[in-house]
């Protein structure tokens, strides 16, 4: 084992990096300074340990979350204020079993392991984990070793938090003229573990949002089924000024016609029959808040006449009231469906549109978030396995590739659905609760789920960009070429104007004009 001194990661605490950076360093040190398989930095959070770096441990572990009263290791480095190691003979279960990424292809053998719990400023912030392949490889040495890095890892850890705490309290003084105190604020700058996902695609849209909460705007979310509005309408409420007040969820397409008025805007006692006492809507209950309008294109057209109303003049009339009353509600709708197509067919008001849309947000769908299916893939394994109370549940090298390589038309619902029938399926074909549990493409069925009305896989992306055959003038070959990018954009986005100009680096408008004067047809206006 490597002496401690002047080591690498340990000079880069000291050095301006990113926080990412910093910590993934500072474990791929520890793993080979203690020349173990793998090291896990966990962040506690409530009652769970969620992993922030890891080293050695396969790319979805990433998106587990470990519940700690399920994981005994876990809770019982939470518990000591000492260094832990549990010896290859030890009868509690490893949170890692399988998840070590030099075994991929084979169950995980037994092995030693040990951890040591983290504070930061007096309070439990997580535990340091590591594991090692061979037994006996944690010797006394190591552990005394380990306590002092524990020292190292928890001024990183602080060192982070300030810095997050900084750009929180900058950008909380920002909202609210220099009032640097704002607790919400603060806590969701510190909290966006719901959506998950490293992409380039998520990262610019998460970024996107966190600028547009800041704002009152109503802001309308598009999006497939199942790439999880309501999750970025949450993170919409808890990065605005109104994150203290409540969020308020509508889902339109479950209200009966003949009683959204009344769920959206209350009414009187005797409005109605069987309206035996005053009642608020749902624009009373989110007062100083939000309301998340889901599915807003299924809203009956006499509600959306008051719904425009209520966000011109920020008022609302409850059914058989004489008065209107004044609310402070910001709006955030959500759709997926082609809000100009019911318009232009007359279930959907022009002007009502124009209002819920002054900042759409087109929400990118699974197969555009490179890399991010195996993180929630994690999620779902670690939910499955509690669930199912099993051992471990992990993928095969096989199965990640199958996910990888699979359009997900029903985005992350249908991962998670996936994931859930295979757990079941491996159970039901002889696997013990007791083992670790190895799903392989045969029970993830994918090919089952690919029939004749799912959109093939994109195309390669140099594809659009390879020059069509064509023989004239200059002028001719350039138009023959735009023609087949464009057609190519809409076919990848299945029509969606706004996505294909947005994957074109067009304005919507100059996309439309473009294809009038290469003469495609279909438009939707």
Known sequence: MNTLKNAPWLVDLATELPANLRLQRLVGGLRAHFCCGAVALLRLEEDHLLPVVVDG????????????????????LLARDEVTCFDHDSQLPDPYDGLLDALVGEPLPVHDCMGVALRVDGRPWGVLTLDALETGTFDATARAELADCAVHVEAAVRMTRLEQENRALSRAGSLHGGDADDEPALRAALDDSEILGHSQALAQLLQEMKLVATSDLPVL???????????FARLLHRHSPRAARPLVHV???????????????????GAFSGAVTDRPGRFEAAEGGTLFLDEVGELPLPVQAKLLRALQNGEIQRLGADAPRRVDVRVVAATNRHLRDLVAAGSFRADLYHRLSVYPVPIPPLREREGDVLLLAGRFLEQNRARLGLRSLRLSGEAQAALCRYHWPGNIRELEHVISRAALKALSRGARRSD????????LDLDALQGPGLAPPAPPPDAALAAPAASGTLREVVEACQRQCVGDALARHKGNWARAARALDLDPSNLHKLARRLGIKNQRN
Do not use: M, W
């Open 436 to 443: 670790i549990v190895t799903l392989e493409p045969a029970v």
């Open 251 to 269: 889902n339109c397409a479950a209200l009966p016609e003949s009683l959204a008025e009344s769920e959206l805007f209350g009414h009187r006692r």
């Open 221 to 231: 979310l598009l999006g497939e089924t199942g790439v999880g509005k309501e999750l």
């Open 57 to 76: 441990l396969v790319s979805e572990s990433l998106g587990r979350r470990f519940a700690v009263q399920q994981h005994p290791r876990l809770a019982a």
